[in-house]
């Protein structure tokens, strides 16, 4: 029991501390935005609150356990966890894809809803680090290092984006290019494939002038020209931040979650956050995630080995990748893509993603520290 102790010690506590902060202020905002949709879609506007604060216990079940369990034991199973991923992925263009808002990002098992997507993050930032560990002269070489994980890339896009899942592509991609950057990929392919990422963008807009993904990733360069259509979230989150001001509404006082803007809860709680708690409510949050940013990259500078160094950093671009798309998608600044806020919107999927991944980091630390 003291041998124990004297462990969990010597681990990064601020980690811990700020994710659970992260946690409790996400349930208080999620209760916020959710109450007047909960009493209008499921008669209970306690409904999202309760389904959170369970999440947010099994969560905290799991952060405990991945922080406890040694970090080392992920690379002994690394291929089988992205092969299972990947038949997920797999598994949605199945019956057992659950179609909601015209997109199957969901397989419903009994009731349980599995986001395979978010799966997916954490698979391939543990494949790609055993990958790149095992063997340290993979990513000089281009035939076997880079052009497999360029592969990966490829299929995982291309599953995910056939959802459609625009946002969960992007950081599934963005976390693979992010971990071979550290390991040491050469600047060369970098600027390849961020080229070859903007032109296939700038391909599909062209192909389909009229379609779907037309209005999709160019309705955020004016959203107001089609206010009442594909202009329609984005406008009311506008909308919803620039009424809050310098220190919003209040707590509880915000206008646009009743009823105004779709999904306030989940990828648009930012917007909730800002007409309620204004422009100084939003720094703090902004400022919190870049010290867990900066807590997540010391992990990753001190692990004790390549592996936990990739793995760590692999963590630490997830969650960065995520608050700067999420605060982009709000403000307009990018197309919106649907994709949550760390530790603070509502989803139990992402949810338990993200604390379990705060475990493992916690636990990276810990053999640090020793």
Do not use: H
């Not at 089988?80 to 199957?104: C, E, K, Q, W």
């Not at 931040?241 to 009823?259: A, P, T, V, Y």
Request: proline content about 4%.
């Amino acid at each position: 029991m003291a041998t124990l102790e004297r462990k969990i010690k010597t681990g990064d506590f601020f980690l811990i501390i700020l994710t659970l902060s992260f946690v409790i202020f996400g349930i208080v905002m999620v209760f916020s935005a959710s109450y007047y949709v909960a009493i209008n879609e499921m008669g209970d506007p306690y409904y999202f609150l309760k389904r959170n604060m369970a999440w947010a216990v099994c969560g905290l079940c799991l952060m405990g356990l991945t922080a406890l369990l040694d970090y080392r034991i992920y690379a002994k199973t690394a291929p089988y966890i992205m092969a299972a991923s990947l038949v997920l992925l797999a598994l949605l263009f199945t019956p057992l894809g659950d179609t909601r808002n015209f997109a199957t990002r969901w397989i419903d098992v009994g009731g349980l809803t599995i986001m395979p997507g978010e799966i997916a993050k954490i698979a391939v930032i543990i494949f790609v680090s055993w990958f790149l560990s095992s063997d340290v002269s993979r990513i000089r070489s281009f035939k076997r290092g880079v052009l497999p994980l360029a592969g990966l890339c490829i299929l995982c896009f291309g599953l995910i984006i056939s959802q459609p899942n625009l946002s969960t592509a992007i950081t599934v991609t963005g976390i693979i290019i992010g971990i071979m950057f550290v390991a040491g990929l050469n600047m060369f392919y970098l600027l390849l494939g961020a080229s070859a990422g903007v032109a296939a963008v700038a391909g599909l807009i062209l192909y389909d002038r009229s379609g779907y993904w037309y209005r999709r990733l160019t309705s955020f360069l004016d959203p107001f020209a089609d206010p009442l259509d594909s202009g329609y979230q984005v406008v009311q989150s506008l909308l919803a931040l620039g009424s809050g001001g310098l220190f919003g509404l209040g707590l509880g006082k915000g206008l646009q979650k009743n009823l105004y803007l779709p999904e306030p809860q989940n990828d648009f709680i930012l917007a909730i956050i800002g007409e309620e708690l204004g422009y100084a409510g939003c720094v703090i949050l902004f400022t919190a995630y870049v010290i867990l940013i900066w807590r997540g990259l010391l992990t990753a500078i001190n692990a004790p080995d390549l592996f936990g160094t990739l793995l760590a950093a692999g963590i630490t671009i997830m969650i960065a990748i995520q608050v700067i798309l999420n605060i982009a998608v709000v403000t307009s600044s990018m197309p919106p893509t649907g994709i949550t806020l760390p530790f603070v919107s509502y989803g139990g999927n992402a949810l338990l993603l993200f604390m379990g991944s705060v475990g493992i980091l916690f636990n990276i630390s810990r053999r640090s520290a020793r």
